[in-house]
Nanobody, 129 residues
Framework: QLQVAESGGGSVQPGGSLRLSCAAS????????VAWFRQAPGKEREGVAC????????NYADSVNGRFAISRDNSKNTVSLQMNKLKPNDTAVYYC??????????????????????WGKGTLVTVSS
């Protein structure tokens, strides 16, 4: 079965950091662009960051640019999201998704959930004092 799974969520105080990980099973992640999305209570799912197959290109939502960093280790079949300077409005369920074979994450190029083929079940991040 082809799937991705997130880990690393939890609770943190404002200003703190968390690192999320995404691991693939049943397929080789290095052939796919990968993205992180999040969905806060009562809000629509939004894209947070994406990374190209090689890791050479990334793209961030304005709301996290400069605070979050996406990276990948193709030797370990994983993608990570380092989240720094967390704010209460970063509270959400975070999802990892692997893009369709036709999708490549590029700087300044639009991307959305419709570009994704495989989704994880999500991991909850809570930022609260």
């Amino acid at each position: 079965q082809l799937q991705v799974a997130e880990s690393g969520g939890g609770s943190v105080q404002p200003g703190g950091s968390l690192r999320l990980s995404c691991a693939a099973s049943g397929f080789t992640l290095r052939y796919y662009s990968v993205a992180w999305f999040r969905q806060a209570p009562g809000k629509e799912r939004e894209g947070v960051a994406c990374i190209s197959q090689s890791g050479g290109s990334t793209n961030y939502a304005d709301s996290v640019n400069g605070r979050f960093a996406i990276s990948r280790d193709n030797s370990k079949n994983t993608v990570s999201l380092q989240m720094n300077k967390l704010k209460p409005n970063d509270t959400a369920v975070y999802y990892c998704a692997a893009g369709s074979p036709l999708f490549t994450c590029l700087p300044f190029a639009p991307w959305s959930s419709s570009d994704m083929d495989y989704w994880g079940k999500g991991t909850l991040v809570t930022v609260s004092s």
